[in-house]
């Protein structure tokens, strides 16, 4: 960003005020607009048209701006871990206490991948952005990071970082977690399908999964060159999405589709694994946990609270995965990928204190302004003992939350609860590719009078 550019974002930034000004350069709420991005997307296995970030788009370098937060955390390559998240016994990056807020700068995978040739500059660049546009922390982690090995068929692909020690959290507790902003950094995004994940992946034996055949696999069968053991000749799609005016924009020949922005964090997370290793099985990035994590539920943006049961000392709560749009499901793999700058509030709830529903002390609950979102996962242990990737189980799981919180909290009887869940909730499939999937439901506030 030019001197002239960073001068005149802060002379609206003071003028309107931080939030105002936020959240019209984010174009988080509906009507509002990302401005002047000149519109152009394709497949990386097609013709793309430049497309370049216009000066007066904030574009949120590390330590650019006014970061909201009470404490601010940068995403550096000797803190932030890639492909795995922080185990009980990892080390804060970061402490602060019940109640206060903080600011992290989160950084996408999307465009630093090995598939993508793990150089942000030159792969952003063949999209027309300029380097100017790239965000510094992203350029760092793809040059830099060597905490741990990378390996691209077997770790995580996901920037995790923290943890952040929160003072008073002790196992048992639940960590509130008020998502105050989440605010795209960057004009642009990448929707990635990898060959062997996604809803219509082939499966290990190199068949079809269940009820489709084998030309309906997607990426297409003929085009999978993970034999040849180098992730850039894998034949996986990333397909870049340029924003304007609030909206994601995809090109199919001379024609577009667009969809308005719905940024959040797919990844919010408390220590889980009582591991050791850095790189276990159990603290792969990649499927969530009842501490939460990877869990992918697009309603837990700007405005919502996510409840997650406390396992060590401090919580030890990190982000990552940040997503400026995505559909229930997230069929093809990933979301639209794209760094954010998220503000939270963590706020440490003690058993019996009435701070959190009760069923957030052994599973992850979120709420929006306007329902309760009783969650199920089809595996909640992680990668222990195999994988279990089953939307019955998750469906199951959802439920019986559901029923859990309307007996205990809202004093219903089970039997009329479950009618009731049945008349009148919501339940939505969260996302199908993390290994571990999951099922979210909606309970609507406006249903009980007393809410």
């Known amino acids: ?111 630093i991948l090995e598939d993508q040739g793990r150089d942000p500059v030159a792969y952003f660049g063949s999209k027309g952005v300029s380097e100017s546009e790239v965000l510094e922390d992203a350029i760092a982690i793809a040059a830099e990071y060597d905490r741990t090995p990378r ?14 020690f929160v003072e008073g959290a002790q196992p048992g507790d639940v960590l509130k977690i008020e998502i105050l902003q989440a605010i795209p950094r960057v004009p642009y995004g990448v929707v990635s399908s990898r060959h062997g994940k996604g809803a219509l992946a082939r499966t290990a034996d190199g068949g079809p999964p269940a009820g489709i055949t084998l030309a309906e696999v997607m990426p297409p069968v003929d085009t999978d060159g ?53 790189t276990a099985a159990a603290a792969n990035s990649i499927p969530p946990t009842v501490g939460g994590g990877n869990i992918d539920i697009r309603l837990l943006g700007e405005g919502a609270t996510l409840f997650l049961p406390v396992f060590a ?36 709830c003690k058993p019996d204190s009435g701070d959190a529903p009760s069923v957030a002390y052994r599973y992850p609950f979120g709420e929006t302004a306007d329902a309760w979102v009783p969650v199920g996962l089809s595996d909640p242990d992680g990668s222990i003992g195999g994988q279990e990737s089953d939307l019955d189980v998750a469906m199951r799981q959802a439920v019986v939350n559901a029923l859990d919180f309307l007996e205990t909290d809202r004093g219903m009887d089970r039997a009329t609860a479950y009618a009731y869940l049945s008349a009148a909730a919501d339940f939505s499939v969260s996302q199908v590719v993390d290994r571990t999937v999951g099922v979210h439901g909606q309970i609507y506030k406006s249903h009980f009078p007393s809410a």
Not at 38 to 58: E, L, M, R, V
Not at 80 to 106: E, F
Request: aromatic share 8%.
């Open 1 to 111: 960003m030019t001197d002239s550019a960073r001068h005149a974002a802060m002379v609206l930034w003071n003028g309107i005020g931080r939030r105002d000004f936020l959240r019209a350069v984010a174009a988080v709420s509906a009507g509002a607009g990302v401005a002047g991005v000149a519109a152009a997307c394709a497949s990386d296995t097609g013709q793309s048209s430049p497309s370049t970030a216009a000066t007066d788009f904030a574009i949120l370098q590390p330590g650019a701006g006014d970061p909201a937060g009470d404490h601010y955390l940068q995403s550096v390559p000797d803190e932030v871990l890639w492909g795995y998240v922080p185990t009980v016994h990892a080390d804060p990056v970061l402490r602060m206490a019940s109640g206060q807020t903080v600011t992290v700068d989160a950084v996408s995978h999307e465009g």
């Open 151 to 164: 390996n691209f068929d077997k770790d995580g692909p996901h920037v995790v970082t923290g943890p952040v």
């Open 226 to 278: 993970r034999p040849s053991e180098d992730p850039m000749r894998y034949g996986n799609v990333s397909t870049f999405t340029a924003v304007e005016d609030g909206h994601g924009v995809m090109s199919y020949g001379p024609a577009q589709v667009r969809f308005p922005l719905r940024p959040f964090m797919g990844m919010m997370g408390v220590a889980y694994a009582q591991d050791t290793e850095i």
């Open 313 to 348: 000392e401090g919580a030890l709560f990190y982000v990552g995965d940040p997503h400026m749009a995505m559909g229930d499901g997230e069929v093809a793999l990933t979301a639209m990928e794209g760094s954010l700058r998220g503000t939270y509030r963590l706020t440490v």
